[in-house]
């Protein structure tokens, strides 16, 4: 304690410019990623976190020297539940007295939703505003299977389970096209009119802006999207013309703003799980290397029951831990280890506070593991829902045979009917009779997690995937909200002070995936072909974004 106060009194007496300039990464995890081994860190860069950007800015807040902030954008991913938390401080440093400019060298929508709050936007000379629509890809394999020798047979509860299109069609079906669009249009029309009320015009004049777009800088000032034109050197000039500031970078201000909140230890504390990417049987998995788009169980990020099982049952041990925050970031995987998850979520929220935070996507398996919950807290854009049930595997006869290679199977009982070929009449009946048990379980679990009847949860499932705003229409979530509303109400049902440490529940390294080169591409690409070639029942929804990672 002796040692914080004394730091803390040395930096209010060390200068400070006026103003921080503080550059906004693209992309950002919710909280920070496991520590990896050494050679993925090479090849690949840690992202940063929403946590440690909450802890930056209101440093920054806190910290009377400073009067005025400069956030500089780059090209922003439109994860809107993780660009709600930068709007969310943006107000936050607004409240605290300060003045805030941004300064880009284009924007697009994703960034003038994440900071059209702001006092001022600036735009490079010759910079622009890029096309404000929005458009979402969809990618579809069954040619470039087919061409392979490998076709994807599957089994769904209805028409509206189309996670398995990707493998089994060339093209959108009407059920997909449909939930498409109605996302896009829930989603679009609450990002424009959050744009619309940060830079205070009717919506009608964002939604002209994109008819419009794109547009040059001196057609964006004209249309009033930015507030000047400037250089990045010109900026302390141009905010304040009477008295040209004095700016420091992040990289000199970090060391000399005040400390946050003293983290002590032994305190009571809210204990934070991740469950990320695709659900799977076993540890928790990472791609050895990041692919250029991720599909569905074969290039994603992994969490594992056994890794999140773990980790619950940790939280649930632990005295110090008061209330549990739960941030989902997945559509779903295997039925079994969603089960699992589900199974010691529920015992958890029996002993002590849970809160739900659903990311950009929670659905499927990744809603499943949810409904134990005492509040679910979703963004009006996150995707949730997809209450329904798939299976199916690859039939790889022809792959082998253009490849001349021989293959003979022995069997040992008349059960034992599965093939390397064509899904046939009594393996789909089984498949199918095992998934419809299973899509009765998981609208008895909602059912029970959300006090709805079985009737008005298969109403609104069938695989039907819907926006965090249609989802509290239908009661599958309590609130709308961001990650600092739901940080905020675990806090408050754990009885603990808004300073409060949040404690991130590692896994036991036993629990984690092999770590060196070899054995981590042998068993991630293993891992995918087991997932796939078995016929196992998924919990996996569609209309994920391929760029969401």
Not at 74 to 90: G, S, T
Not at 186 to 192: A, M, P, Q, T, Y
Request: proline share 5%; aromatic share 8%.
């Amino acid at each position: 304690m002796v040692v914080y106060h004394v730091r803390q009194w040395f930096r209010r007496r060390r200068f400070l410019a006026a103003a921080v300039y503080y550059a906004v990464a693209s992309k950002y995890e919710v909280f920070s990623e496991p520590r990896r081994p050494f050679w993925q860190r090479w090849m690949e860069s840690r992202r940063p976190s929403l946590d440690s950007l909450r802890q930056d800015l209101r440093r920054i807040a806190s910290d009377r020297r400073v009067s005025h902030v400069v956030l500089e954008l780059q090209a922003m991913a439109p994860q809107w539940p993780r660009l709600a938390v930068l709007r969310d401080e943006i107000a936050n440093l607004q409240r605290e007295g300060k003045h805030v400019s941004v300064w880009a060298k284009h924007y697009d929508l994703a960034s003038l939703y994440a900071v059209g709050t702001a006092d001022a936007l600036y735009l490079q000379p010759g910079g622009h505003v890029a096309a404000l629509g929005r458009q979402r890809t969809y990618l579809f394999f069954k040619e470039a299977l087919a061409s392979l020798g490998l076709q994807f047979h599957a089994v769904t509860t209805s028409g509206f389970k189309t996670a398995a299109d990707m493998l089994t069609r060339s093209s959108m079906s009407d059920e997909l096209r449909q939930m498409a669009q109605w996302i896009m249009d829930s989603e679009f029309s609450g990002v424009l009119a959050e744009i619309a009320a940060g830079r205070s015009v009717p919506t009608a004049t964002v939604e002209q802006w994109c008819e419009d777009s794109p547009f040059t800088d001196e057609q964006a000032l004209a249309a009033g999207i930015i507030t000047g034109i400037v250089g990045q050197d010109d900026l302390g000039a141009t905010i304040a013309p009477e008295r040209p500031l004095q700016m420091s970078d992040w990289s000199q201000a970090g060391r000399r703003l005040v400390l946050g909140p003293r983290r002590q230890r032994r305190r009571p504390c809210a204990a934070v799980i991740c469950v990320r990417g695709d659900i799977v049987d076993g540890p928790s998995q990472e791609p050895p290397v990041r692919p250029p788009f991720a599909i569905p169980m074969l290039t994603r990020q992994r969490a594992g029951d056994q890794t999140v099982v773990q980790q619950i049952r940790r939280a649930q041990r632990s005295p110090r831990v008061k209330s549990v925050l739960v941030c989902i970031a997945s559509g779903g995987g295997s039925a079994t280890a969603s089960e699992a998850m589900h199974n010691a979520l529920a015992k958890l929220a029996a002993d002590k506070p849970v809160v739900v935070y659903m990311d950009t996507v929670a659905a499927s398996g990744g809603y499943y593991i949810a409904v134990p919950a005492q509040r679910i807290v979703a963004h009006p854009a996150t995707l949730t829902g997809s209450i329904g049930v798939l299976t199916g595997r690859f039939a790889y006869q022809e792959f082998l045979d253009q490849r001349r290679i021989g293959c003979e199977t022995l069997r040992l009982g008349s059960s034992a009917q599965w093939s390397i070929g064509d899904l046939k009449p009594a393996e789909e009946s089984a498949l199918r009779n095992n998934m419809e048990r299973i899509y009765d379980v998981f609208v008895q679990r909602v059912a029970a997690g959300r006090n709805l009847s079985a009737e008005q949860v298969h109403a609104v499932g069938e695989g039907r995937v819907w926006t965090g705003r249609q989802a509290l229409e239908h009661g599958l979530v309590d609130q709308l909200g961001t990650l600092n509303d739901a940080l905020r109400m675990v806090l408050e049902l754990g009885d603990l002070p808004a300073d409060a440490v949040l404690l991130p529940v590692i896994a036991h390294p036993s629990m984690r995936a092999p770590q060196n080169p070899g054995q981590a591409w042998e068993s991630y690409l293993a891992s995918s072909w087991t997932q796939l070639s078995q016929g196992r029942a998924w919990l996996l929804s569609p209309l994920q974004d391929l760029h969401d990672e």
